[in-house]
């Protein structure tokens, strides 16, 4: 069985110049039959370059699309005239500069300036939160507007792929949009979506995470093997070492879904592309257990399902109370017609 595999590559254009003056990242990618995810945090002649080395090379290359961290950094709920406005910058810089893509991936996940002042204000971002919840007409006309981003990215040419953590997962089987909400985030719909399995985020029960929600991925996201912004709590998340690595690849294999790693500096940075040159893809893994986070998703899903329906709660319990205090009369009416 091939293994489609795809690195994400998060860089500013000093650092991605660097990264890429080593050829051998080139050839080690050619050798790999790798893609890259590639995010484009600007539109600078250091990425142009590293882009048409990618494109003569024949390595494909999806244009992963990133916001300035005032505006959010990655797309969700509250910046989607931001993130298109994005796309329509970014459309312009490839025609002029006759860049060539695989895809165009939309990373969906909650502001990062809330995830930087959870520590310090978290009262504030709970109370923003709240509000989101609240506002289903906000939810609406951010869904309809990514919508629409998809719909002028397909008519473009370009496939979509979306980057989503896995609650989104369990929010959709609830038939909710709570979780969403909470977290800013907004289900779009994409040729390929993308789950963020990084069982580094998850530790002690990563690989268990990782093992469940695989079965409901299209392809799989796994990581962290070093590099990526520093926000909040990922502030002080340990990277993936070799063992780890090699696992979650093994595990994200047995699922037969296409594999996607973050990220190939933190790859190049531990030695671990030439590692995989030879790496054996079938030696055997023990499958992880995953009844308590199979008992935990349960649970969640109970309960987004009720949140969603609070009328439809409301007027089953009125029912159920309606129902008792009818027998109640009933049993009275009955008693004082025999006295």
Not at 37 to 64: C, H, M, Q, Y
Not at 156 to 180: C, K, M, N, W
Not at 245 to 271: H, M, N, W
């Amino acid at each position: 069985m091939k293994t489609e595999l795809t690195f994400f590559c998060e860089l500013n254009a000093e650092d991605l110049q660097k990264l890429f003056e080593d050829r051998f990242v080139f050839d080690d990618l050619k050798t790999l039959n790798a893609g890259i995810s590639l995010g484009i945090l600007d539109f600078s002649s250091e990425r142009v370059n590293v882009v048409r080395k990618l494109n003569r090379l024949g390595i494909p290359v999806t244009a992963w699309l990133l916001l300035p961290e005032e505006q959010g950094y990655w797309f969700n709920l509250g910046n989607y005239t931001e993130a298109t406005a994005r796309y329509q910058a970014f459309k312009v810089w490839s025609e002029e500069n006759q860049l060539e893509w695989a895809a165009v991936g939309l990373d969906i996940e909650t502001d990062i300036n809330e995830l930087k002042g959870f520590t310090d204000d978290r009262g504030a971002v709970i109370q923003k939160a709240l509000r989101r919840l609240k506002d289903t007409k906000a939810y609406r006309l951010a869904k309809n507007a990514y919508e629409a981003l998809v719909a002028q990215i397909h008519e473009d040419g370009y496939l979509v792929e979306s980057y989503h953590f896995p609650l989104i997962v369990d929010d959709r089987a609830a038939g909710s949009t709570v979780l969403q909400r909470v977290a800013g985030l907004v289900e779009i719909p994409a040729d390929r979506e993308v789950l963020m399995l990084y069982s580094s985020f998850f530790r002690p029960h990563g690989q268990s995470v990782l093992w469940s929600y695989a079965q409901n991925a299209q392809a799989i996201g796994i990581g962290n093997t070093g590099g990526g912004i520093q926000a909040g709590a990922l502030e002080k998340v340990p990277y993936l070492s070799w063992d780890e690595f090699a696992t979650d690849l093994r595990l994200a294999r047995r699922s037969g879904k296409p594999i996607y790693v973050f990220s190939l500096e933190g790859c190049v940075r531990q030695g671990f592309l030439p590692r995989l040159f030879t790496f054996d893809w079938q030696a055997e893994v023990e499958l992880p257990r995953t009844a308590l986070v199979s008992a935990g998703r349960g649970g969640l899903k109970g309960l987004l399902w009720v949140i969603e329906r609070p009328l439809l709660i409301l007027a089953g319990l009125a029912g159920v109370i309606g129902t008792v205090l009818m027998i109640k009369s009933h049993g009275k009416s009955k008693k004082n017609r025999k006295q």
